[in-house]
């Protein structure tokens, strides 16, 4: 078996958050790869371009939507259709040590890496970045790089 064979797909295709594409929408991310071979996922030119734009994602969410939960922004991110989730507000909830409904605040940088992480664990079973790596594409994501 290959090395991709057991990766996560959202690690080969530095989408950590497994975004989605959706069909129609022409956006165009910083740091998208110009080829597009997943036919369903975006792909991102690094693991920094696929975190910032989970961040602006997740930001979004806050700032236009008015989602400040776990469970408010869990369940826009990963709805019951198509995950478990109640498991996975309890998990990313657990991770940043909040209760699945307490106000937290994205535009905070420890806040948003903490919730990026735990996005990322609970999509890919696995977290595998440096900090370095994890702050430079929350960084780019808030505006603070």
Known sequence: MTKDAVMPR????????NIKESPGDKTQWQGERATDDDPVFEEFVSPEAG??????ILLGY???HGLNTVTGIITRWAPGCENDT???IAHVAARLGVTP???IDLTKADTMVGLVEAIIRHENGQQPYTREVILAGVGMGLGSA
Do not use: E, H, K
Request: without cysteine; glycine residues 14%.
């Open 86 to 88: 109640g498991s996975y």
């Open 101 to 103: 409904d307490q106000a």
């Open 10 to 17: 959202g690690i080969r295709l530095n989408n950590p958050g």
């Open 62 to 64: 806050q700032r236009r």
């Open 51 to 56: 975190i910032r734009a989970l961040a602006r």
